[in-house]
């Protein structure tokens, strides 16, 4: 094996000749020794020889033994290799970074040529990796730039693929907006169910945001790059249920397509499978769907063929399934199917902390589609729309948005015009402001024997008092009296008239 400099360099005596081979040979040894790891290329790029090192790579990058590995073409086992490069140049890279399944190291690569000058191979040299590197801060941070990089051209590619018809998600997690320790506590279960193949079951009231956390668990999954279909039962007339889930063989029946067509089981494999308002099944499909879940495979209208097929399910129900299940509207089997990793998503009313964060996005999403200028709220208006019972959640709330905005003149909501818009909506208002001792005041003075009480009985009467009308105000749901009055449950529970 002789060195770079030999072919470009004047005869040197035998005994420079010699030491030269040596220092060569000895060079060759500190690297194999001293690095990381050695790999050596042929002419035609094929991996020839890897030191003892380089071997403990092999299972990240998917090979179980050497013998599978050596012989390989290294662009085929190396992922973002530049071997290939210093074989047509001829030229060393000294000092690279390369990223590929086994992590990310700094490398050297060096042609290696016969006596003649000409390039025989390469040899390429592990400096240091991620784990033991002295360089690990500046290595992480290589790494993050090039999984943003890595994301951002995701995105672009899912864009690109939109515009041609294929289904994806459209939000994430950070679309699901809220800080409060519920939606906390819901998206960290929801991350954790995106690493997970089994079917997921979002459960929540009409509003709440099913769809678009089912769009951010896939979006967050290994299948983030196939399709996402969704498909809404409800929607759906019965009698087209089956060919929609499970497509149409080709002259099923009068009228069908020569072609056939495809179902969503079929459209979404690869994929997530989305089904919407599943509470509303028909129980003659519920039994299709279940041996389609259980066997990864269907039968399309009118085929008496199974076609496999491999999407992850995503359900979801505004409906009490365990009622259902109970009163025979859906079948037992099928629910534990799907109840494997349920999320409940809660209304609105229960994360009214949240409700001014969603004002502020949900405004600025409306102006932009309407092109016109995002609406400034005042106090007293946000305090009045976060103390709403808000019966159809995040959409009821985004409908009443949607009519302030194109009511307002000025640019500046008060609380009047949504006291306005709330009357006219047909919507029970609840005044943010806790009811105060002052006002409770003229209630004790129609009984004079009252002021002779001792001071803590009258404090206790006037709270009860309070807690009543709050009751009243919020028809009974104690969730919200307890936030109308700026107290806990317990406390509130404690005062109940």
Known sequence: MSSTALSHQPVLPKDAQSILNLAAKSLFDVFANASEGMLLVDR???VVWINDQYRRYLPALGFASEADFVGQPVAAVVQNTQMQRVLETGKPILIDLLTNKAGTFVVSRFPLRDDAGQVIGALGVVLFDQPQS??????AKFSLMQRELDEARDALAVQRRSGVGLRQAR????????????????????????????????LGETGTGKELLAHAIHASSPRAKGPLVSVNIA??????LEAEFFGVAPGAYTGADRKGRDGKFKLADGGTLFLDEIG???????????RALQEGEMEPLGSNRLVPFDARIIAATSRDLVKLVQSGQFREDLFYRLNVLPLR??????????????????????ALRSDLPQPEFSPQAVALLSAQYWRGNVRELRNVLEQLLLRSDTG?????????????SGLSQISPAPATRQSLLPVMAQDANAWLAPLSEQVEALERLAVAKALEVTQGNKVAAAKMLGVSRAKLYLRLP
């Open 44 to 46: 035609s790029g094929s």
């Open 134 to 139: 002295n360089l690990q801060p500046f290595l």
């Open 171 to 202: 939000h994430s997690f950070a679309s699901f907006i809220g800080s409060s320790s519920v939606v906390v506590d819901l998206k960290r279960q929801a991350r954790r169910a995106a690493q997970s193949s089994s079917p997921v079951l979002l």
């Open 235 to 240: 929607a759906v007339p019965e009698t087209l």
């Open 280 to 290: 509303d099944m028909p129980l003659g499909l519920q039994a299709k769907l279940l």
């Open 345 to 366: 998503l809660p209304p609105l009313r229960e994360r009214a902390s949240d409700v001014p964060a969603l004002i502020e996005v949900l405004a600025e999403d409306l």
């Open 412 to 424: 500046m909501v008060d609380v009047s015009e949504v006291e306005l818009v709330l009357r006219e």
